[in-house]
């Protein structure tokens, strides 16, 4: 549940710049999580978990560096 508050909190900082950075800030994890994500599938054998909170806050400034 840490991943979830941690976008609560990235979602309500960038809420204070406008619906640009909250709708990049949402949807650019995934595109940064993506390449990580599938090597990780193919390499990992059993352990498949994908840690989202760094990528979370990568999303977060990238999306108010982008929209700056």
């Not at 710049?17 to 193919?42: C, K, Q």
Request: aromatic letters at 8%; charged letters at 10%; a positive charge.
């Amino acid at each position: 549940m840490g991943d979830v508050r941690l976008a609560a909190l990235a979602g309500l900082l960038l809420g204070t710049r406008g619906w640009a950075p909250v709708v990049g800030g949402a949807g650019l994890p995934y595109v940064i999580v993506l390449p990580f994500a599938v090597a990780r599938l193919r390499n990992a054998g059993d352990d498949r978990h994908v840690p989202f909170g760094p990528f979370l806050i990568a999303g977060a400034l990238v999306s108010t560096v982008l929209t700056a």
